[in-house]
Nanobody, 122 residues
């Protein structure tokens, strides 16, 4: 089992930045691809970013060029650096771990955190 705990969410103005963290326990994340998803009110959960075991990355179209995902296997932690934030980035952000499967599909992730709220507003 892998337990995931997200932190770093909050209220930020448009154009601002936030850094989310996802700390894992139970097992080392070095065996997993690690993803970030987000879910806005009334919408489906959306893929944001993934970082594979070898630290290659991929991003959803809506965050590409603004968000950066990274991992620190020694700290068993994954990060999501979010820059140039927009009101439409407002959502609950979830960290997830995947052993194998479609990296863009929430259905193919094995473990999930509880989420952290990000609100982008004036």
């Amino acid at each position: 089992q892998v337990q995931l705990v997200e932190s770093g969410g909050g209220l930020v103005q448009p154009g601002g930045s936030l850094r989310l963290s996802c700390r894992a326990s139970g097992r080392t994340i070095s065996n997993y691809a690690m993803g970030w998803f987000r879910q806005a009110p009334g919408k489906e959960r959306e893929f944001a970013a993934v970082v594979w075991r070898g630290s290659s990355t991929a991003y959803g179209d809506s965050v590409k060029g603004r968000f950066t995902i990274s991992r620190d296997n020694a700290q068993n932690t994954v990060y999501l650096q979010m820059n140039s934030l927009k009101p439409e980035d407002t959502a609950v952000y979830y960290c997830a771990a995947q052993s194998n499967g479609r990296w863009y599909s929430q259905h193919d992730y094995d473990y999930w955190g509880q989420g952290t709220q990000v609100t982008v507003s004036t």
